[in-house]
């Protein structure tokens, strides 16, 4: 790859590239205005907010140059034609939904970020050599729907759209009718658009899958605590963590807590806590980056005097290998089946969730460590312990992440916070790789 | 106390009295009719069903003969006037409510074992030489208003019954509205209570408070597995266990579970794991009769992959000895805030319930043992670790409890069973004890 910039003579070190934080922390501030009342920010996908930010984001990017379209889903695309290769596609970006009472970062930064370094090079270096993209997923949280990587996963034919149609919201609202209110509340913005000149970015019009894609490289937050403990302004994901979720249910038998003696218990409350400190202290013995975690237990039949027949507990087990995750798993399940069979209780463990490790692109992670050196930044090669969109692309094609800190590690809450210099810092390092990408010779 | 019954002469055995345990089980069905729809019996405070079967149960007693009435909170009376002793009362019954789904006995057969007995009493010996009345309680079991012992409570001065008035049950009635409304449903009952000449019975007419019990006799299922599991027909209870009820609130921090490593974490379901679990190892080291149960415990924010932020759970102590359960309660509490401390989790202790070991009267527990052994009948000298009406009647008046199987343990339940061979064993002994405190000659 080409060194990226080209040194000025008798420079000793190679400038960092002038990015105009100032502009994306502007832009990050106007993704924020658009939220549901309450803490923080509460955008769910196909809502009026949600439709508000992308099309300001549209709006935005067409305003910078950048030809605009939204596909069938609602995935908002912005795209510098290469002058030399345009049939690939060079794509950065993010989510731009988020949880409920979420922060201001969690996707919206990767989005903000991207659009801001592709206006900074098209100004700077003119259109790339090779088609260069900002993309804003239209969801990714799973927070109204039990669809996790809704927008990502229409793109690389995780989900065709049609099959999910009639899953339901919290308030018994169908995929299909949030999708097609939005459709109607398109109208609207459609005659904006077309006033703008965007008619095609009517999302009826665009298939959402893609198989153009020749890199995708997303800048997160890192909503961990590992970059803050280590002193790290960027941390160079190696893999995203393979996830397995179960719902666990252990049996008992219901009794009255009063006329019941303890030898003649089988209470299935005591027998899962004998699991969860069992799965707590393979976890440690295991070590970084393995995570265990029962997020969810809830006891039946949940009365004060009443001892407790049955509990269903959640597994939520990450690793970035897949063979330490498999060996994990089993030897936990194995565990648990045998606490459960000293003390006469049931159980039945479910399967719910099981996504593979996935590595990033080597090349790229290599590039974005040179990176870091050349811009004196500290930087950790790292696990990403959370979900990415980045994971469902790395099958397809070369991806990257790229982490900033995240302050106390807080995050899906209105307390996330990153600083104005990291956040500037990496917005500095995804505009120097996207050069590298979009801009080096084609040969 | 006088020996009961007389001995025929020669017979090389005391004769079992020859209670007619079918008009009891009779009355057991008929009683079991009164219930809201659903499985088992469901008849909670001042619904119709409760109001039907009160009704019922005030006919029926007027029909056998017994003086009748209910008290301004809806306790039932049926009395046979003592011809000697008329200012102090033997007081036999128990509550005819049920929890929702309930079985056809807790409660119940305390009632129709004491109609039925005074019926037989009254028959073959005429009126009683002290007073002797029994009780159908209003409500024990705090199913439908938080009130447990709201019948036994008002007559022994444990509630007003003013200052409850304003709470509610699960749909927002007031305890006031639901009493107004028997009033109401009253009306009606009021002629046919009319017409059978029981117009002192309207409950208006009448304060619960009673300081004219000279014993206190209650007859009821054991709730419990000990009799079964050790081939006994009749518990003689010593005591009722004392209770202590707390919620712990248990403190950590919410985090994400995927980008927190496990040595960074402050959970607090993990946490909470470890104090069950030194809950249960220091109340079997206890050994019976403490028991130790947490029943209900709630985990926020309760989402499968978030580290749990806070967990609150109940726990529920029985002993029979004020001293016992004091130490025991002292010493697990100490131990949960070592445990938290070392996690770095808060802890917050709040006392919900505290109620005094209640020992049964010494005298009246060496009757029914006698009483038990002349009629062949394996009984154990057992604690209650359920709480019942008669530890209201314990500081206040001599107050006995007789016991007999649950199949299995298992009560507040549809599965709840007693056989008719071991109810009837029950009424034997009840008979009997009745007989000696009423009938005995009066010194």
Redo the contacts between chains.
Sequence with gaps: MAAYPAQPAGAMKPPVPHVPAGEMLKLLDELAAYSAPGPGVTRLLYTPEWQGVQHFLQERMAGLGLEVRMDQVGNVYGTLAGSQVSDKVILTGSHIDTVVNGGRYDGAYGVAAAVTALHYLLETFGPPLRTLAVVSFCEEEGSRFPLTFWGSGNVTGLYSGKECIDCTDADGITLGAAMAACSLAGDEGLAAEAAAGLEQSFWRNSSPVRSDIAAYVELHI?????LE?TSRKIGVVQAI?G?R?YLVKVGGTA??????????RQ?A??G???M??AL?RS??AEG??????????E?Y????????GEVQF?L?I?HSEAGVLERFCAAVLAEFAELGRRRGLTLEVQP?LETAPAPMDQELRGALEEICLRQEKPYLSMV????HDAQLFAPRCPAAMIFVPSRG????SPGEYTSPEDLAAGLEVLTAILYRLAYAEVT
């Design positions: 890192e909503q961990g605590i590992i403990r963590a996830q979720r009794n009255h807590a009063g006329t019941t003696p303890m030898g003649l209470d409350l005591a899962s806590a004998e969860l400190l707590e976890a440690l970084d980056p393995l995570v265990a975690t029962t997020g969810r237990l006891v039949p949940g009365t004060s005097n009443v001892i407790p959640t939520d990450r719910l990403s312990g959370a979900g590690g807080i995050s899906h």
